[in-house]
Nanobody, 127 residues
Framework: QVQLVESGGGLVQAGDSLRLSCAAS????????MAWFRQAPGKEREFVAA????????YYATSVKGRFTISRDNAKNTVYLQMNSLKPEDTAVYYC????????????????????WGQGTQVTVSS
């Protein structure tokens, strides 16, 4: 079992950067595909980025590709989301999630593939 706790959210201006962190409990963190999802007010939760458990390969939603970078540090049981060039439309609650689906490419951008979720951290980008 994995418990996830996000941090690093806040209020920033358009064009600013922010780094989110997700600390995981448990001894098998390195065996989980890790991802970030987000949910804006009045919208469904959507996929943002994922990093493979096996070789740190990454995958991004089109809307954030080139601006966001997901990474993981297995020694610290932590996954990060570096967000640059933030836009008002990036405003959302950001959730960290963990999956043990194999291969990692199957459903990597679907909520149903992730069995563990954090509580979320609010990111607000003002124009």
């Amino acid at each position: 079992q994995v418990q996830l706790v996000e941090s690093g959210g806040g209020l920033v201006q358009a064009g600013d950067s922010l780094r989110l962190s997700c600390a995981a409990s448990g001894r098998t963190f390195s065996r989980y595909t890790m991802a970030w999802f987000r949910q804006a007010p009045g919208k469904e939760r959507e996929f943002v980025a994922a990093v493979a458990w096996s070789d740190d390969t990454t995958y991004y939603a089109t809307s954030v590709k080139g601006r966001f970078t997901i990474s993981r540090d297995n020694a610290k049981n932590t996954v990060y989301l570096q967000m640059n060039s933030l836009k008002p439309e990036d405003t959302a609650v950001y959730y960290c999630a963990a999956s043990n689906v194999r291969p990692w490419t199957v459903g990597r951008d679907r909520e149903s593939s992730y069995g563990y979720w954090g509580q979320g951290t609010q990111v607000t980008v003002s124009s």
